[in-house]
C-alpha cells in the first residue's frame, strides 16, 4: 500500500522543496528561527522525518504537518485524505533522488558562536609548550590571557559539549561541532596545537585557527566540522586587533596580526590567506564607514619568489584601490620571513642596544 511521502506535505504546506534532487536539507525552523535566513530545520526526503538540531524539535510526516497547520496529530491522517486524496492518487513529479553525503548545518549567528567559543575556550587551558611558543613570539603571560590562546583538548570532548549545552550554548551551526553516531555532541578535534580566536571589530569570536603542532605546511587550519552530522564548515573570516583607526595594518594570519598589535600598538587586520577576499571586503565596507581610510600591507617575504601569491596579492591591491583605500607597504629586511619576526627582532635589537 501506497503512503504519504514528506514532499506531499511539504508542497502542500508551501514549504521549500528540495533541491538538486538533494534527500536532505535546511530550511527555517518554525520553532527558533526568527528569521528566514537563518534554517536549521533539517527535512530528510528519503526517511521521511525532520529535525531540528538547534531547537531538538523531530518527527515524521504527519508531525510536520500538525506542526505548521496546529491540526491535532490523531486527525493529521483524516485531514491529509481530504486534502490531497489517498496516497496512490497524488500526482508526484517522478524525480531520482540522489543521497547525498552530510549536509552542512548553516553557520550561526555571531552572538552564538562568540559565547558558544568563549565559554568552550573557558574550559581548556594552555600547555606549557604552547605557552613557550607565545613568550618567544613575544607576548607576555598577560598578552596570552587577553587574546584567549588555549591548546586544543584531546579527550572529554562530548562531556565539555554536554557542560556547553547545559549552560545554554548554541552547538548547531557553530564550526567544529557535530553529533557522535550516538547522538551526542562533541567538538571536532585530531590534532594537537594552539587555538587561536579570531574576531571581529567588536572582539566577538568569529571563528577558531588552529595553528597544528608538528607540520610544515598549512601550520594554521579553521576549527571546522564540515561533512560531519549536524556539522558546519568555517567561513574565511578576518580578525581584527585594535581600535578602529584612520590607518590599518592588513596582514596575513590572526597569530600574526595579535603578534604585531601587541608589540607594535597598531591596529591590523588580517586576512586567512592572501587569496581569500570575500570576507576582507565585507570587512573593509564596515570599517570604511567607522573612518578606516589608509591601508598598509605587510605580506610575507614568500610574495617575492611565489607567483601563485604575487598574482593573489596584485588582485588585493586591487580591491583595495577599487575600494578607494590609501593604500601603501611595509617593506622589511628579506632575512625575516613574516613581519612579527622582524618586529619581533627589531624591538630586541632596540632593547639591546639602550
Ligand atoms: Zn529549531
Not at 536549521?40 to 510536520?64: E, S, T
Not at 600547555?127 to 603571560?141: F, T
Not at 567538538?187 to 571581529?200: A, H, K, S, W
Amino acid at each position: 500500500m501506497e503512503k504519504f511521502h514528506i514532499t506531499d506535505v511539504i508542497s502542500l504546506l508551501g514549504l521549500p522543496m528540495p533541491s538538486n534532487g538533494r534527500s536532505s536539507y535546511y530550511i527555517q525552523c518554525p520553532c527558533c528561527d526568527d528569521s528566514p535566513r537563518n534554517k536549521h530545520l533539517n527535512i530528510n526526503v528519503k526517511k521521511d522525518v525532520y529535525r531540528c538540531p538547534r531547537c531538538g524539535i523531530y518527527g515524521g510526516i504527519f508531525d510536520l504537518y500538525a506542526l505548521y497547520t496546529n491540526t491535532p496529530r490523531d486527525k493529521v491522517h483524516k485531514e491529509l485524505l481530504k486534502r490531497l486524496g489517498s496516497p496512490e492518487k497524488v500526482e508526484r513529479k517522478k524525480k531520482t533522488v540522489i543521497p547525498t553525503p552530510v549536509i552542512d548545518c548553516p553557520v550561526t549567528d555571531i552572538e552564538a558562536r562568540h559565547a558558544t567559543y568563549t565559554a568552550l575556550l573557558a574550559k581548556l587551558s594552555l600547555a606549557q609548550d604552547h605557552r613557550q611558543n607565545l613568550i618567544n613570539r613575544g607576548l607576555s603571560d598577560e598578552n596570552i590571557v587577553k587574546l584567549g590562546y588555549k591548546t586544543t583538548p584531546v579527550v572529554g570532548m562530548t562531556a565539555i559539549a554536554k557542560q556547553l549545552q547545559s549552560e545554554g550554548c548554541y552547538l548547531a551551526g557553530v564550526p567544529g561541532f557535530y553529533r557522535t553516531s550516538a547522538g551526542e555532541w562533541s567538538f571536532y578535534q585530531n590534532e594537537r596545537g594552539i587555538l587561536i580566536p579570531v574576531r571581529d571589530m567588536q572582539c566577538r569570536i568569529q571563528g577558531l585557527q588552529i595553528r597544528r603542532d608538528n607540520v610544515e605546511k598549512r601550520k594554521f587550519r579553521w576549527v571546522s566540522s564540515t561533512d560531519m552530522k549536524d556539522g558546519c564548515r568555517a567561513e574565511s573570516w578576518t580578525h581584527i586587533v585594535g581600535p578602529v583607526r584612520p590607518m590599518s595594518l592588513l596582514t596575513e594570519g590572526p597569530m600574526k596580526a595579535d603578534v604585531v598589535h601587541t608589540l607594535t600598538g597598531l591596529t591590523v587586520i588580517a586576512v586567512p590567506g592572501v587569496n581569500t577576499l570575500t570576507q576582507l571586503e565585507k570587512t573593509l565596507t564596515v570599517l570604511r564607514k567607522e573612518g578606516l581610510s589608509e591601508i598598509m600591507t605587510a605580506f610575507d617575504m614568500d610574495m617575492a619568489t611565489n607567483y601563485y601569491v604575487r598574482d593573489a596579492y596584485k588582485k588585493l591591491l586591487e580591491l583595495l584601490g577599487n575600494m578607494n583605500f590609501k593604500y601603501g607597504t611595509y617593506v622589511w629586511d628579506p632575512r625575516y620571513k613574516g613581519l612579527d619576526d622582524f618586529v619581533w627582532e627589531y624591538l630586541l635589537k632596540r632593547r639591546k642596544s639602550q
